[in-house]
């Protein structure tokens, strides 16, 4: 009679589901018949008790035959099972010891892999992750039971939470099935709780498919109507009260521009809907919860931190489009699908402004000067890190505080006073007795020294005061800034022409050219004074967004990826952000472009 059968062995397992018992009823029932008598009967005693359940008594007995005769040649069958009965007694650690006595005293042992899958599910349940995947490895040959090693593995993994999985990751378990199975449980966090930069690289390390993750945008969705969203602190229960706002905010001309733009859109393929955040969290949470916004294709805004983290989470979720109209924070829409800056973003920014010093300025030293804003500090990371990759030498790197922006001067004109070489050999041709050496003021840093100076911030106080040292040097060091100066109370464009200035922004934001001085006069129309910036952002927004989905329907994205750009003002055929900027510098009192971005 055969020692084992399917069934037995089925019940020893406690009906487990290995299939590693299953594959032992050709093992066992192929032992040679010809084993000593009290060898082959006392084993078959000890099956019969494990096959019974009686584990205890099946341990012992199985003990004493590996004692009696450690060199029979099927040791190893008595080994095996001596670690099953161990197993279901619950000691794990003993079945564990001798399933590896196994794996090195018959390593050439046909069902050795038997042994591994057990170490693996054992070491699981130990909580030994990496000895378990260890194992799991060393599962070979049988295809069932390297299914059933993984079909051990995953299940213990997704167990596991995001924290032991990186770790896992770390150590060296450059395991796909671990990395999917941490991509997936990261995107089960709301938006704002992601790591998102560690899930696109595990993305990219790994080659998981993003669209598996539900990161991928879906198919075009063309309307005859489109519905947009406008969520700013507009603070509309004042205008009720009063009739008038008690104070013009930036989110009133944002709003304001937005009209203004929509009026010379088709308004019968586009509607506005006004939601008030009043720049707080929970009046914004309110409003998505309230379920206004389930037939609304796009969103304008907001501003805030708070509420645009919500907005941004949101939209990630119901995959809604947003665009943020003043921001060059580009860390809102670096990962998030469905985000878009008006303006370029602060990365962005110093890698393109970079690119432009990089191919027109000979002399490679420059100095970078940025301001308190995490921005600031974003675009001058960015700046350095593209110009010192075309070996450019970063001499200085200076954060100021607006009030302390006069330590720039002081540091570019610091001097110390050294001999009058000129004057000394004057007073030598006159025969002068020199009694005293003359002696004058020399600059700790050599004129012309530097190349460039960026200023990686439109912060007028730093500016200013760069501008003011380079004057008082004599340099012809280049300036570099962000933002439009030229329009500024009291901006001095006769230095900035004279030291060739070049400013970066959006071309948009030159308040000369002839789309913006029509836009100004139809204000002027309507309101009776002067627009301020965030009107032109308003307008600049609605016009942005209704083109595009008129043109290119609600996942305009897809557009812009498939057949490029609508209007010369936007570049997002490759970016969430404006990539649209140009830099200029002033001829004859008019700002004139200098670079020619490429846009598709």
């Not at 985000?339 to 962005?348: E, I, K, M, P, V």
Request: hydrophobic share 40%; proline share 3%.
């Amino acid at each position: 009679m055969g020692i084992t059968s399917e069934s037995t062995i089925l019940t020893a397992m406690n009906k487990t589901k290995f299939i590693l018992l299953t594959l032992l009823v050709v093992l066992i029932s192929g032992l040679a018949m010809s084993q000593p008598v009290n060898y082959k009967t006392d084993y078959d005693a000890a099956k019969a008790q494990l096959d019974a359940g009686n584990f205890t008594a099946s341990l012992g007995s199985f003990s004493k035959l590996l004692n009696s005769d450690p060199a029979n040649p099927n040791t190893a069958y008595t080994s095996f099972f001596y670690a099953v009965s161990a197993y279901s007694l619950d000691q794990k650690e003993k079945a564990r010891d001798m399933f590896l006595q196994i794996t090195s005293k018959y390593s050439s042992w046909e069902r050795v892999s038997e042994a591994y899958l057990w170490l693996t599910k054992i070491s699981f349940e130990l909580e030994s992750p990496n000895m378990g995947l260890l194992y799991a490895e060393q599962v070979k040959g049988d295809a069932s039971l390297q299914n059933s090693a993984d079909e051990i593995k995953n299940s213990y993994l997704k167990q596991l939470d995001i924290l032991t999985l990186q770790s896992l990751l770390a150590e060296g378990n450059n395991d796909e099935f671990i990395a999917k199975l941490l991509a997936s449980k990261i995107m089960e966090l709301s938006y704002d709780e992601r790591d998102n930069d560690y899930l696109y690289t595990l993305i990219s390390e790994y080659n998981i498919d993003s669209m598996s993750l539900g990161l991928t945008v879906p198919a075009d969705v063309f309307k005859e109507r489109y519905k947009v969203a406008v969520m700013l602190p507009l603070f509309i229960d004042r205008l009720w009260q009063s009739g008038v706002y008690i104070q013009k905010s930036l989110a009133v001309d944002i709003y304001e521009g937005i009209k203004l733009g929509l009026a010379e859109m088709d308004t019968t393929r586009l509607e506005v809907q006004v939601f008030d955040t009043k720049k707080d969290a929970d009046v914004t949470q309110q409003i998505l919860n309230s379920g206004k916004l389930n037939d609304i294709d796009a969103i304008i805004g907001p501003l805030y931190p708070e509420p645009l983290a919500l907005v941004a989470n949101y939209a990630n979720e119901q995959k809604l489009n947003f665009v943020n109209p003043v921001s060059t924070n580009s860390e809102l829409v670096k990962h998030n699908p469905y985000g878009f800056l008006l303006r370029t973003g602060a990365a962005s920014m110093g890698k393109i402004i970079a690119e432009f010093a990089r191919e027109n300025i000979t002399n490679k030293a420059c100095a970078i000067y940025y301001g308190p804003r995490a921005t600031d500090s974003l675009t001058a990371y960015n700046y350095s890190v593209r110009i010192r990759a075309d070996s450019f030498y970063v001499a200085i790197a200076q954060r100021s505080q607006t009030d302390k922006a006069r330590e720039i001067y002081d540091s570019l004109t610091s001097s110390v006073p050294v001999v009058d070489s000129v004057a000394l050999q004057r007073m030598w041709n006159e025969k002068i007795r020199v009694r005293v050496l003359p002696k004058k003021d020399s600059f700790l840093l050599k004129i012309d020294s530097l190349g460039h100076i960026f200023i990686a911030s439109d912060n007028k106080a730093i500016a200013s005061e760069v501008m003011a040292a380079i004057t008082s040097r004599g340099d012809t060091t280049q300036i570099i800034g962000v933002g439009n100066w030229f329009s500024t109370a009291n901006a001095s464009l006769d230095l900035m022409e004279s030291l060739g200035v070049w400013l970066a922004m959006q071309e948009y934001e030159n308040m000369l050219n002839p789309a913006n001085l029509r836009l100004r006069d139809k204000y002027q129309s309507l309101y009776n004074k002067k627009p301020g910036k965030y009107v032109y952002y308003g307008y600049y927004a609605m016009k942005f967004l209704g083109e595009s989905l008129l043109e290119y329907g609600v996942y305009f994205q897809n557009g812009y990826k498939k057949s490029g750009n609508i209007s010369s003002l936007f570049d997002f055929a490759g970016s969430q952000d404006n990539q649209k900027l140009v830099l200029y510098k002033l001829e004859a009192g008019i700002p004139v472009i200098i670079n020619t971005p490429n846009l598709d």
